[in-house]
């Protein structure tokens, strides 16, 4: 594939196969966008400060009124997509939750490998705090605000929520909800169950090597970065195989269908240079959401795992890590399901999922 790539984007005057794939892969995800109708309600485009944002409004929205608001953060591995590769998704969730929703302008956050950690969760931030500070200039109630994304997004939303659960800004009101759907939710362990198994379901977009990949460009910035040594976890030191974190990711937390029973499975040699490089990122909260020390008090949480996803362990660990801290979760799992199904919405099971989220929505802002 990264031949092929790389053969196509020479013929098209791509320099890097990256650049390809930011052009072709969003073409797939708009057509699979079920289209809205035309008065579904309408886009404005503002500031918040410096940041340009676009706030989508049901048509239900009357000027004088105030409704429930929620930010999203797109997925695409923090270094593809936009906005607009979003834009049928969250025009179809504004009119069915009756709920405004505010993502920024063009791309929700800057991307790696230009912008690596802590770039794009810091625009999320601070995205997200202008409006819990402005709501009401924007027919928003302050009192009624969530966040919520995918995949990469999933990351940002778990992240936006731990950081304003102890940070909040000042005369602001907590988040009331997240919505963390298939979430990149850790960079530990390379080789959970479902890096393993569903290594092939989806070869062309969604396989491990595509997921380490995204993980170390947000760290290191660099497009180049060999990542090799993280296909067999030489980035986690034995010492560190057996602290807190680890525990984290104990598989027999997983459904039983899920285990693996492989002993030699993590007997890999070290790379402790890049171990301790690395870990100076991989255990802060704000990368990876999994490894904070503590998740109690966050806001009732919607996480969305799919069966046949790389990602989908990283979806139960944290549902199980909220659980165990009293944190009210919605886990809903798609057996046969697949990474990017939220917004497939031509088709029944993400015009499922899209109804269950909404009466989630519906439930945590009464």
């Given at each position: 594939m990264d031949i092929l790539n790389i053969y196509i984007g020479t013929k098209l005057n791509y320099d890097h196969p990256l650049n390809l794939t930011r052009k072709l892969l969003p073409i797939v995800f708009v057509a699979a966008g079920e289209n809205v109708p035309e008065d579904w309600g309408h886009t404005r485009e503002v500031k918040f400060d410096d940041v340009n944002v676009r706030i989508y409004y049901p048509k239900t929205v009357e000027t004088d009124k105030l409704y429930p608001g929620m930010v999203y953060y797109h997925g695409g591995g923090f270094i593809l997509f936009s906005i607009d590769t979003y834009d049928k998704v969250l025009r179809r969730l504004a009119m069915n939750a009756n709920i405004v929703i505010v993502a920024v302008e063009d791309s929700l956050y800057r991307l790696a490998p230009e912008f690596p950690f802590p770039v794009p969760v810091q625009d999320c931030i601070k995205a997200t705090e202008y409006l819990m500070e402005n709501a009401d200039k924007f027919n928003i109630d302050a009192r009624k605000i969530g966040v919520a994304g995918d995949s990469a997004g999933g990351n940002l939303a778990a992240a936006v929520s731990l950081h304003l659960t102890n940070l909040r800004p000042t005369n602001t009101y907590p988040i009331r909800f997240q919505g963390i759907i298939y979430p990149m939710i850790q960079s530990f362990d390379f080789l959970t169950p479902s890096y393993q198994t569903n290594a092939d379901a989806m070869p062309t977009m969604m396989n491990p090597g595509a997921i380490i990949d995204a993980w170390v460009k947000y760290w290191s910035g660099d497009a180049n970065y060999d990542i090799t040594p993280f296909w067999t976890n030489k980035h986690i030191t034995q010492q560190l195989q057996k602290s807190k974190y680890a525990k984290y990711l104990d598989y027999k937390q997983l459904p039983t269908k899920y285990h693996i029973t492989n002993p030699n499975l993590h007997n890999h040699e070290e790379n402790k240079t890049l171990s301790n490089e690395y870990q100076k990122v991989m255990l802060n909260p704000l990368y990876s959401p999994l490894m904070a020390d503590d998740v109690s008090n966050l806001p009732p949480a919607f996480i969305l795992t799919a069966e046949h996803d790389v990602l989908r362990d990283d979806g139960l660990f944290y549902a199980k890590r909220l659980q165990?801290?009293?944190?009210?979760?919605?886990?809903?799992?798609?057996?046969?399901?697949?990474?990017?199904?939220?917004?497939?919405?031509?088709?029944k099971i993400g015009r499922k999922i899209h109804r269950q989220f909404q009466t989630f929505i519906e439930n945590n802002i009464k």
């Open positions: 165990d801290s009293n944190v009210p979760v919605n886990l809903l799992h798609i057996e046969n399901g697949y990474h990017a199904m939220f917004s497939f919405t031509r088709l």
